[in-house]
């Protein structure tokens, strides 16, 4: 849940009821239908390399943009186009100086478009009124922005809220819930889209493969808005649905399935549309408790799985996603919701699946005194040392990026300190298919810096430094990873041999150059 309203509430409610290069590095300015494995390996180690978990060679590192409400970007309405270009560099400037490589940022937040779209009205968190042009179509700009400092851009979508208002004669005349009033169901002050409405998901499905047919993104991404949270706005009124479609299923099952269907179905029309589009969902960190399930976790907080209708389980065994990224916003020792109970019964789902598992770390919550741990400075880079104890956690997504700005306790410094001292290339998901571009040709070392002629279908390169001496770990560990950059040039810092490596949009890597940087 990311609308301000704190997930450990959900808890609580369950327990009662630059330049064209950016360097990230020190020294410069499979699915298969079955579920079976779809991961790619990365180069084997050489036999005298013992790997070190402290430097992973790949991983996901990504911070969440979030538009609804203007809770990180535009900071509010009616900001000029360049204001709007700003604060989003702002941002990602912040998010590069910790060598993210990830932005997962909210274009579709209520049923509305941070895009030029046919389909959905203009979103009023950039003008103040819904359907207004603001006078420029801002993805091509967010896309192009996270590229040139070496990030994937995910395009963020809410698949069922419709409007925050539950007014639909305030929303503007062509948007769906007033052309289709029948898909929408009220509930508490907003409008949601009926997931039990096959239209629904061909509508959702249809906008989604829209952005995905126009726009050069990497990813699409779901949070954990399913069936609105309870407690929320009294009873879901999908009996017409229900009864029309149940065949047979309770109430809870149709509802499940209905979830399952728009998932796969969302899932076929991306990799269909554009097959190294990645595609995944944040849920809610909890599936079921041992209470309910024998097999859920040693929780005792709200069951996403009975509450709001998503089987993560499901979408991770059917391979209906290319990653998971459980919401786990709560810290260790936390009874309902341990943190060091959750991030191992996670790493067990994946494992053996292919799909990817990143953790949602709950950045907002740092500094907050709802909980003592929530005072430690330390609490997230606690998280992520656990993890290294569990192979199949490839990465970690911080929400949200208004903290990436305020820093609270200089908690995502000691994250970058601890954890993220050197680049790191992307994880590799196998199915979703590229091909190792061309090695560099033309490596030229002149004043310490490195040039050399760009490869087709490369989007970035990977620099080394070899070891002086001691391992040489360039296929296992990032250990002498200097930089990822987008053009083919890099500034040494120092004297010594440099491998170079050229990656395409997926990073699969080439065979690496060598190249020797005289001292001046």
């Keep these: 849940m990311r609308t301000g309203r704190p997930l450990f509430a959900a808890v609580t409610i369950a327990v009662v009821t630059a330049g064209a290069a950016y360097a990230l590095g020190p020294g410069t300015a499979e699915k298969t239908a079955s579920g079976a494995a779809k991961k790619a390996t990365t180069a084997a180690a050489p036999a005298d390399c013992t790997p070190d978990a402290r430097y992973p060679k790949r991983q996901l590192r990504g911070v969440w943009i979030a538009t609804v409400r203007n809770i990180d970007w535009p900071s509010r309405t009616g900001l000029s186009p360049d204001r709007q270009k700003a604060e989003y560099v702002k941002i990602l400037d912040a998010a590069a100086k910790r060598r993210l490589n990830a932005v997962f940022v909210q274009v579709r937040p209520a049923s509305d478009a941070l895009y030029k779209s046919s389909l959905e009205p203009w979103s009023q968190y950039l003008t103040g009124t819904a359907g207004k042009d603001p006078g420029w179509d801002p993805l091509p700009f967010l896309i192009d922005e996270a590229r040139k400092r070496g990030m994937e851009f995910h395009a963020w979508f809410n698949p069922y809220r419709a409007s925050y208002d539950a007014n639909a004669a305030k929303l503007p005349a062509g948007h769906p819930a007033r052309v289709h009033p029948d898909w929408i169901v009220k509930y508490g002050d907003r409008l949601y889209y009926n997931p039990g409405l096959p239209q629904v998901r061909e509508h959702v499905t249809r906008v989604i493969t829209d952005v995905v047919k126009r726009y050069d993104v990497d990813g699409v991404h779901f949070d954990d808005y399913f069936y609105p949270y309870p407690g929320e706005g009294g009873t879901f009124n999908d009996k017409a649905a229900f009864a029309k479609y149940r065949s047979g299923k309770s109430l809870a099952d149709w509802r499940r399935d209905n979830v399952n269907k728009l998932i796969a179905q969302v899932d076929k029309a991306v ?20 209470a309910q399930d024998p097999t859920g976790s040693a929780t005792s907080g709200m069951s996403a799985y009975d509450s709001i209708y998503a089987d993560a389980r499901h979408w991770i065994k059917n391979g209906t996603v290319d990653y998971v990224m459980p919401q786990l916003y709560w810290p260790r020792g936390l009874k309902v919701a341990d943190y060091k109970a959750l991030a191992p019964w996670w790493a067990k789902e994946v494992k053996g699946t292919g799909v990817d598992l990143y953790i949602g770390q709950a950045l907002y919550r740092v500094g907050s005194k709802d909980d003592k741990a929530w005072t430690r400075p330390g609490e997230l880079s606690a998280h992520l040392t656990l993890n290294r104890k569990h192979p199949q956690i490839d990465g970690d997504v911080y929400f949200s990026a208004k903290q990436f700005l305020t820093n609270p306790l200089k908690a995502i410094d000691k994250v970058a300190a601890d954890h993220y001292a050197r680049p790191a290339l ?24 490195l040039t050399w002629t760009a490869s087709p279908g490369a989007r970035a390169y990977a620099v080394y430094r070899v070891p002086d001496k001691g391992e040489a770990c360039q296929g296992a560990d990032a250990r002498s990873l200097a930089a990822v950059v987008t053009v083919p040039s890099f500034a040494a810092a120092r004297p010594g041999t440099y491998l170079i490596t050229s990656l395409d949009r997926l990073h699969n890597e080439s065979k690496p150059v060598k190249v020797t940087v005289n001292p001046v």
């Design 271 to 290: 990799h269909e549309t554009r097959s190294s589009v990645k595609f995944g969902i944040s849920p809610f960190g909890i599936w079921r408790n041992k």
């Design 426 to 449: 992307l994880p590799l998901i196998k199915e979703r298919g590229g091909e190792a571009p061309a090695k560099p040709a033309g490596v030229k070392a002149s004043g310490g810096t």
